[in-house]
């Protein structure tokens, strides 16, 4: 087989490179070690920064989201049992995010890409990567019991965190930056009305709450745990009962609770691979870079990723800007670390780190300036909604 850009992983940043680059004439095989329902059943992120949603829509996998997703204008934080609203069209120019859960971005990647064509193959096993600082890299898979050899002229290793793509890198080129928070977020889905029309972030002497949606009819809602915590301790009226003592009595007083749909524990950490280019083989997404969900970052960051990716690729071969593959790294990581700071200071203001009181003041006082500055806001604002694209020149 031969292709111009091998993508490993059919996860959401794999899908939106592969249907960018199919619109460009650039061809793209993917290659996934899962099967379809498998990569759906990940219940994972639900807030898409503009920058997302202008991608999917230049992908032509935007009908649904236009149709079904929730444009949020703002974000509620909330303490001392009092809510305080950060207006992003007030203090983000203009600029606000969609509610639209990623399972559902990459059914309609998925759906976009079957129907124009692109080849896509999953329960691909035994995935290697070879020749990567060569002119000629290949990738080699085992499918239905026969060995098949992928020739290409660049990979693109979307294959998160335990993928075959960082592993690949060599050992002495790869530098590794990482923070381990002593604690999780409890998370159920749950078929009920959310309890308000746009996101809650709560600071609470037990700990931390958030309260986020995915419908009109399916919510999302999180509570912090320890590490040593099991899900089977943790029944549904449980959790109901420490998240209605966590948020402000208004929120609480208007929560409908049933029963869950899916219930599970992440731990939370932050993570950043250096560089992101290894010879002919690009990370991308997990595979580079994990944020705690607090600033709701990561597939955000994965489609900033590809957006650099992709303007890159669509200048070297229409172009012959080879020059700019250089470039990617370097561009990537600017918006990427931005991007850890916001996530790690939101989940450093919001969350119990131990029995430390002064730490829980100053919580506190940071977040009475933070909602009542000027200043505080729109830092909080222009982060949250995503800091812009660098433009590839």
Not at 343 to 366: C, N, P, V, Y
């Amino acid at each position: 087989m031969k292709t111009q850009v091998a993508i490993i992983g059919a996860g959401p940043s794999g899908l939106l490179l592969g249907q960018l680059l199919h619109h460009q004439g650039i061809d793209t095989v993917i290659l996934e070690r899962r099967t379809p329902e498998y990569v759906l059943g990940r219940i994972r992120a639900g807030v898409l920064e503009q920058g997302m949603v202008d991608l999917l829509r230049e992908a032509k996998a935007s009908e649904r989201m236009d149709r079904e997703g929730h444009v949020h204008e703002g974000v509620y934080l909330a303490y001392n049992n009092q809510m305080h609203r950060v207006d992003f069209k007030k203090y983000a120019k203009g600029q606000t995010v969609m509610v639209y859960g990623q399972t559902e971005v990459t059914h309609d990647l998925m759906e976009a890409r079957k129907r124009e064509g692109g080849v896509s193959i999953y329960e691909a096993e035994d995935v290697q990567l070879h020749d990567i600082y060569s002119d000629k890299p290949r990738v080699t898979f085992m499918k239905d019991g026969e060995k098949v050899e992928l020739e290409c002229d660049y990979i693109a290793g979307c294959d998160g965190f335990h993928g075959v793509s960082r592993q690949t890198a060599p050992k002495d080129k790869i530098k590794t930056f990482e923070r381990v928070y002593p604690f999780g977020w409890l998370g159920i889905l749950s078929e009920t009305p959310p309890v308000y029309d746009e996101l809650i972030y709560a600071n609470h002497e037990r700990g931390f709450a958030l309260c986020s949606q995915r419908s009109d009819v399916l919510s999302r809602y999180y509570v912090q745990v320890g590490l040593d915590e099991k899900i089977e301790d943790w029944s549904d009226d449980r959790f109901w009962s420490e998240l209605i003592t966590r948020i402000p009595k208004v929120a609480a007083d208007r929560l409908v609770t049933g029963p869950s749909i899916e219930k599970s524990i992440a731990p939370l950490r932050s993570f950043v691979t250096e560089p992101m280019r290894y010879g002919n083989m690009f990370l991308v997404g997990d595979a580079a870079h994990i944020v705690p969900p607090t600033g709701a970052k990561g597939l955000n960051l994965a489609a900033s990723d590809v957006s650099t990716l992709y303007r890159i690729l669509v200048k070297v071969y229409k172009e012959n800007r080879v020059d700019l593959l250089d470039k990617y790294s370097e561009i990537a990581l600017r918006r990427i670390w931005k991007a850890e700071r916001f996530s790690w200071w939101m989940t450093s203001m919001l969350h119990k780190f131990g029995d430390d009181d002064f730490g829980q003041r100053i919580q506190i006082a940071e977040l009475e300036y933070y909602t009542s500055s000027e200043a505080g806001l729109t830092n909080i604002a222009e982060n949250y909604v995503g800091l812009p694209y660098e433009p590839i020149e």
